[in-house]
């Protein structure tokens, strides 16, 4: 049903109309920042990569087509985005990030999360490319291995390839805080 | 199903069948429910799979406003550049009021002494033009 609803805001937005736009950008600005925050791995460089990925769907808009859906092809423009960012710049952790992160209600809690993310970020963070996109597709976004291996133009085999290889690495590196 | 392949299942998806493919996944439940050696191996897999659903970074709400505010003067559609200073589009681009936006995509590739008409920018010492005409995968940068 979203999906339908976000056609028409394409739509909209294809004529030029901005508020379609704030609306469409809005509904997926969270999981969009999420998403490019997982990718990079680092909160101010998701931003810029939103701020970019945004600016293409109010760009682009009068020459999109609904063949993939909206969600998937801003997936696609978002991941392809956040790779080339990286690509770009050296990683930077999320400490490094310009804003705080919004306070946990148990600080105890909140130190132990943080520090879990940041172990899992290094580690996430220093996997080949391809299998970072499909952990992070496939874990964090509850994507398909169809979905993954379209969005990635890969088999689902060669998905599940990446996974095992991806999995295997991310134990090694993580075995000291899987082990308590 | 094949032993090997529900090793495979886990080795790849973790073990919540509900990440496993759905065509298998009853196959592979009743073949686990019926090897009990597996649960070595499952339960090494639920460990990473709770490490990386841990993994959940908050998205920073000045972040969001900062982005939505940027929202609120967009350069025209027609244009299809947009023009920042440096490398990619830094932050420089949401910052950037409407007028420089669209004085330096009609003069793309060169340099501009803007007055700050619209803002605080007063020069942009080079200007990258990202083309975003055909789609995601198009970057076209051109510098200077």
Known sequence: ?180 | MQRARLQRLIDAYGADPARWPAAERDAAKRLLAETPAMSARLEDAARLDRALDDFNPAVPKAAQARLRQGWANLPPQETAAVAIAGAGLPRLARMLPRAVMLAAASVAGIVIGHSGIDGPVTAIARIDVVTLISGPESILLMEE
């Open chain 1, 1 to 180: 049903m979203q999906e339908a609803d976000d056609h028409s805001l394409m739509a909209e937005v294809a004529d030029g109309n901005e508020r379609a736009f704030r609306t469409l950008a809005g509904r997926h600005l969270d999981w969009a920042l999420r998403l490019a925050g997982r990718l990079t791995g680092n909160a101010a460089d998701a931003e810029d990569v939103v701020q970019e990925a945004m600016l293409r769907v109010w760009i682009n808009a009068p020459r999109w087509r609904p063949d993939a859906g909206f969600r998937t092809w801003f997936y696609r423009v978002v991941v392809n985005l956040a790779l080339d960012w990286r690509r770009r710049k050296p990683f930077r952790p999320l400490s490094d990030a310009g804003d705080p992160v919004d306070p946990a209600p148990d600080p105890q809690a909140a130190l132990s999360r943080g520090q879990t993310d940041k172990l899992v970020t290094a580690a996430i963070a220093e996997l080949p490319e391809r299998q970072r996109v499909a952990v992070v597709l496939t874990y964090h976004e509850g994507l398909s291995n169809a979905e993954v291996a379209a969005l990635l133009d890969v088999s689902v085999g060669a998905v599940e390839g990446l996974l095992v290889r991806a999995r295997r690495a991310l134990r090694e590196r993580l075995a000291p805080a899987l082990k308590e």
